[in-house]
């Protein structure tokens, strides 16, 4: 089980970018996928979820609402953040996760994430 994600980079702010965190060996439809982020400094904080697709349901932070968008593409096995808007106080080192299989029924909100990818960097500067 592994999950890749990609797409980090610098970008001004006001920019976009759109993360990607790609699953193999397992099916992602069947389990919420989380973004996390942590910056320098700081403790991880979560960015934003959306749940298996039976439930579809989504969670964004507050911080992020109205700029940043989760979804899933089950044919690509992959769930993208499409970050809009972006500012410096986002620059953080993104990662992906999901809880394992059997907690579908926690949501977003499962009482543990297992697998983790390995992070891609978000720098937002001019």
């Known amino acids: 089980v592994q999950l890749q994600a990609s797409g980090g980079g610098l970008v001004q702010p006001g920019g976009s970018l759109r993360l990607s965190c790609a699953a193999s060996?397992?099916?992602?439809?069947?389990?919420?996928i989380a973004w996390f982020r942590q910056a320098p400094g700081k403790e991880r904080e979560a960015v934003s979820c959306?749940?298996?697709?039976?439930?579809?349901?989504?969670y964004v932070a507050d911080s992020v609402k109205g700029r940043f968008t989760i979804s899933r593409d089950n044919a690509k096995n992959t769930v993208y953040l499409q970050m809009n808007n972006l500012r410096p106080g986002d620059t953080a080192v993104y990662y992906c996760?999901?809880?394992?299989?059997?907690?579908?029924?926690?949501?977003?909100?499962?009482?543990?994430?297992?697998?983790w990818g390995q992070g891609t960097l978000v720098t937002v500067s001019s």
């Open positions: 959306i749940s298996a697709s039976d439930d579809g349901s989504t």
């Open positions: 060996g397992f099916t992602l439809d069947y389990h919420a």
């Open positions: 996760a999901a809880p394992p299989a059997g907690l579908s029924a926690y949501g977003c909100y499962p009482p543990r994430y297992d697998y």
